[in-house]
């Protein structure tokens, strides 16, 4: 399954650096071997729910919290 950024709701159009940080978030994501749907849900948890849409957002996460963000999408290709 191929997922774009726009399939996504990321404008990449008038590149930015809020764009440009959601899709590295998003590519990372897809990156491994997992399910491109289960990638898409771990970056609108990570993202859109817990709004942790800019580096220095997601950086103030804890190990925790980013866990617990990918385990809510069932994303389980990290590490402990």
Not at 15 to 29: I, M, Q, R, T, Y
Request: glycine residues 4%; proline residues 2%.
């Amino acid at each position: 399954m191929i997922i774009s950024a726009s399939d996504l709701r990321i404008s990449l159009d008038d590149p930015n650096e809020e764009g440009l940080f959601k899709w590295l978030v998003a590519s990372f994501l897809m990156g491994k071997r997992i399910q491109g749907a289960i990638a898409a849900k771990a970056y609108q948890v990570i993202v859109e729910k817990h709004q942790r849409d800019t580096p220095r957002k997601l950086a103030r996460c804890t190990h925790r919290e980013l866990v617990a963000m990918l385990g809510e999408a069932h994303y389980v290709r990290y590490d402990e």
